[in-house]
């Protein structure tokens, strides 16, 4: 996570550390964002001219985010350095809810955007590029910011976009090769990390840890389920256990007779059990 506490220069020092980061043995790539992979904000689009807006996840992302995360670009380009500043990057489902026939279609068009619905559409924004779906809450989430199985609609725009000029870079986010301890790379990315945020608390998890979070409920759901499932077999097999042994009292002198006469375990078993599996 970035430090609580930015300067006035935060955004430098974050791209500072950033290229530093990126020249660390084990280090594959570094990327600078607004929030983590699996967060957002809310914004709004609309297609210029239209009077429907549809909300979305919007991220401020640098030109290393889509091959960090490996997103899988559909049509356009990734972002550049020193890209325009209105250039965006939408994902298929974002550009299903604006309207555009076809992913191709949508690169190269114009949306306005705003904070919110109720805001001015103020920022007139480029589309550059569109890359695949990836979903960042459970799919057994019924939730209203997740109205499809695609999610509503991710929008990753340039850095330093006027939609979080007051909103500075919140993650940095780092891959690993795992070609060397990851204890020692860790060591390494907190001390790059003291060295240009000093008196700042270094936070760091695995993504996949942070993904794991978002499946807790239903764990939790699954685990009450499995117990009192269990629960119910085992008041059944004792129910069954009663029958069984009420019916022995009750047939007790029928199957001596019977086993005086020579009838086997598959006879005794056929008078305890004919009227039990009936009823």
């Known amino acids: 996570d970035a430090p609580v506490l930015k300067p006035d220069n935060y955004r430098q020092i974050a791209g500072t550390l950033k290229k530093e980061l990126s020249r660390l043995p084990d280090v594959v790539n570094a990327s600078v964002s607004s929030h983590h992979i699996h967060e957002g904000r809310n914004a709004a689009f609309k297609k210029i001219g239209s009077d429907n807006s549809q909300a979305a996840d919007a991220l401020e992302v640098d030109e290393n985010f889509m091959t960090l995360f490996d997103l899988k670009l559909v049509a356009g380009r990734n972002f550049l350095r020193d ?5 965006i990057i939408i994902s298929r ?7 555009f026939r076809s992913v191709d279609e949508a690169v190269g068009s114009k949306v306005l955007a705003a904070p919110n619905a109720g805001s001015a559409f103020a920022d007139v924004c480029t589309i550059v590029g569109v890359f695949e779906n990836y979903r960042k809450a459970s799919f057994l989430s019924g939730s209203n910011s997740q109205q499809t199985l695609e999610g509503r609609g991710t929008v990753l725009l340039n850095e330093g976009k006027a939609l979080f000029a007051n909103s500075p870079p919140g993650a940095i986010s780092v891959r690993l090769a795992g070609d060397q301890p990851v204890g ?11 060295q240009h945020c000093p ?3 270094f936070r760091w998890s695995f993504l996949s840890d942070k993904l794991a979070t978002v499946y807790n409920q239903e764990k939790t759901a699954r685990n009450q389920l499995i117990l009192f499932t269990g629960l119910a077999i085992f008041i059944a097999c004792l129910g069954l256990l009663g029958m069984i042994t009420d019916r022995v ?3 007790n002198k029928e199957i001596g007779i019977r086993k005086v006469l020579g009838a086997g375990l598959r006879n005794i078993a056929k008078v305890l059990l004919g009227n039990t599996t009936r009823q």
Do not use: C, H, M, Q
Request: aromatic residues 4%; glycine residues 4%; proline residues 3%.
């Open 184 to 194: 020692e790379t860790i060591a390494a990315i907190e001390k790059l990390f003291t």
């Open 199 to 201: 008196g700042s608390e």
């Open 83 to 87: 890209d325009d500043p209105t250039a």
């Open 93 to 99: 489902e974002a550009a299903r809810k604006l309207a």
């Open 249 to 251: 009292v009750e047939k």
